[in-house]
């Protein structure tokens, strides 16, 4: 019998025009995987200017509603500040109208790093747009050196004329810093054309649990729900409603101010009152205020000042079959990347403590934890990949870095959509320079729980029915905040949901190793018999990404096996970085039945 075990260390020039159309039901949440058709334009490397940005991959896409635009390059770029990044739009397919820029005729300029751009009309009447003039859509919301944007086919910038009044139009993009460079090389853009097969819309999410013993938390920033120091009675019948639909168990709010937690409770109470045997419990650090159905059986602020956050260890044991150390935070906004990394490292520094007997706190080993709220992450992605991996920035302050999950893991980070639309943004103000962000998180430790039903609720997007089934108004949230209600539910770990029991009856051991290279994802197989291996690799929403043993090759012998992921998926598109699966299935050589074991990793680009 096979035991398995998993050590984690965790095309040629495109020419200008499209070789196919892709219609796809792209998520726009960040990461890439679910763009499967063919790379409309890989540049040519080498060729950046002295900004260090140098454009490698140029990639179109479109639904029935938006037209859908990725783009790479070998900086890391934060998109909507301090950048020179430029997209060129020529849509009326006319060199002679427009801006001239790369060969093509531009209807748009946009200005990423300046947040704004123009409008060309009616040949070269221009007009200045910003983000919700053109209702633009872009993640990630931190640095990164890939992203996806999303603009409505419908949209019409200065509103009377369309964006794209044809079905095809052509593309360029430059970086005007520094002799920066510019895709696609040769004059004329890249041409795409719209694909008119259908996409089915977005499958409506359930509200309710997936089990209705799970364990269902919200985060949401209520903003100015407490203005004055009372809860403002306007707001409160859509607070009421929205709270009624997804009947939480623990609540996270971020923002208020100006109430206290037993004020807090006492509103709360009313919208969701307490049945036979129930009770709200609440505690607050700051502006952060959490409210449980489980008891707080210890407390503690991380931070101070302004940057004060709240943990809080609920007895959960009844349905979790352990306790929950939740922090709710609320980072530092907008350009307080500093303040945000201190934040950060102060709380895995906490994480740390808690699971090393003897000092602030010690929780048994397997007690779940949960970090959500506005985490404002809209600066540099090593916040989020602190909060992640435990990777402190300041370690002469908050100590060493170390593997934050109980099986010597990273955490995982939980990437929702919403209920009835292909986003993952959980902020968004139209009135606002900046496009809608994914800023509001639940991070937690999958060796302990398991992510059941999650989704963000954003009313105005919902179909009247929906809102009807769950007794809600299209413009509840947008009533109460800028924010919108992040859910999750959370259950007990099964067998099933970790490398446990192999189909065989048998139990796979998992190890695990050091933190992985960047862009690459090293691990070992350990095996007591010859057999042979299937390895895959999946992203967080269950997407095959990878696949680099088929099972059908030569038998493995007993003993370790290395492997390397090269960051690549099937289609030879490179992933982007985040928590992964890799799953080992072997097949002893001997006739013993398959087993298999699974295995989260971190890709960091």
């Known amino acids: ?85 430029e997209l060129y739009l020529d849509t009326d397919l006319n060199a002679t109208t427009g801006l001239a820029v790369g060969g093509i005729g531009a209807e748009l300029q946009w200005k990423f790093g300046a947040r704004s751009g123009t409008f060309y009309r009616a040949g070269s009447t221009a007009i200045s747009v910003f983000q919700d003039d053109i209702r633009l859509r872009e993640l990630p919301s931190v640095t990164s050196d890939e992203f996806e944007i999303a603009l409505p086919r419908d949209v019409k910038p200065d509103g009377v004329r369309l964006l794209f009044p044809g079905t095809s139009f052509r593309i360029v993009m430059r970086d005007i810093g520094s002799a920066g460079d510019q895709v696609p090389t040769a004059s004329g853009g890249v041409l795409y054309t719209l694909d008119s097969t259908p996409v089915p819309p977005a499958t409506a999410i359930p509200f309710a649990r997936d089990n209705a013993t799970d364990v269902r938390f919200v985060t949401w920033n209520m903003r100015d729900w407490d203005a004055g120091g009372v809860f403002n009675t306007t707001m409160n019948p859509s607070v009421d409603r929205v709270l009624s639909a997804i009947d939480p168990q623990v609540i996270c709010f971020e923002e208020l101010r100006e109430v206290t937690a037993a004020a807090t409770k006492t509103q709360v109470e009313s919208f969701l009152p307490s049945g036979p045997g129930q009770a709200w419990y609440a505690d607050q650090a700051d502006d952060v205020i959490i409210l449980s159905r489980f008891p707080m059986v210890g407390r503690w602020a991380i931070g101070s000042g302004f940057n004060t956050n709240l943990a809080v260890l609920l007895d959960a044991d009844a349905v979790l079959g352990q306790d929950v150390l939740l922090v709710g935070h609320h980072m530092a906004c907008c350009t307080s990347d500093a303040t945000r990394q201190d934040e950060a490292d102060h709380t895995m520094s906490f994480f740390r403590d808690a699971m090393t007997a003897g000092g602030l706190l010690t929780v048994p080993s397997g007690t779940a934890f949960v970090i959500t709220g506005d985490m404002n992450l809209v600066g540099f992605r090593q916040q989020l990949v602190t909060l992640l991996t435990g990777d402190i920035v300041n370690n002469a302050t908050y100590g060493p870095d170390f593997a934050p ?194 295995r989260k990793v971190l890709l960091i680009r």
Do not use: C
């Open 405 to 598: 999950d109980w099986d010597g893991t990273n955490l995982a980070d939980v990437v929702s959509r919403q209920t009835q639309a292909r986003f993952s943004y959980t902020w968004r103000s139209d009135p606002s320079a900046y496009a809608p962000g994914r800023l509001d998180f639940f991070i937690y430790n999958d060796s302990a729980v398991h992510l059941d039903n999650h989704y963000i609720v954003y009313t105005p997007e919902m179909s009247a029915d929906q809102l009807t089934l769950y007794g809600l108004q299209a413009n509840d949230v947008t009533t109460v905040t800028d924010h919108l209600p992040h859910v999750a539910d959370f259950r007990p770990l099964r067998t099933s949901d970790v490398g446990g029991a192999g189909h065989g009856g048998e139990t796979v051991h998992i190890l695990a190793g050091s933190m992985p290279s960047r862009g690459t994802v090293r691990f070992a197989v350990q095996l007591d018999v010859a057999a042979k291996l299937r390895v895959e690799l999946f992203d967080v929403r269950g997407n095959l990404v990878r696949i680099l043993e088929r099972g059908d090759a030569r038998p493995y012998a007993a003993g370790l096996h290395e492997f390397q992921w090269d960051g690549q998926s099937d289609a030879g598109r490179r992933a982007a970085s985040g928590t992964y699966v890799v799953r080992v299935t072997a097949a002893p050589t001997a006739g013993a039945s398959a087993t298999a074991a699974s």
């Open 1 to 85: 019998m096979a035991a398995i075990f998993v050590l984690l260390a965790i095309l040629l020039l495109a020419a200008p025009a499209r070789v196919a159309a892709e219609s796809a039901p792209i998520l726009l949440d960040g990461f890439f995987t679910d763009w499967t058709g063919p790379v409309d334009h890989l540049d040519a490397a080498g060729d950046g200017g002295a900004s260090g940005v140098d454009f490698r991959q140029l990639d179109m896409a479109n639904d029935d509603g938006w037209v859908f635009i990725r783009f790479q390059t070998t900086a890391f770029v934060k998109l909507q500040e301090t950048n020179n990044l």
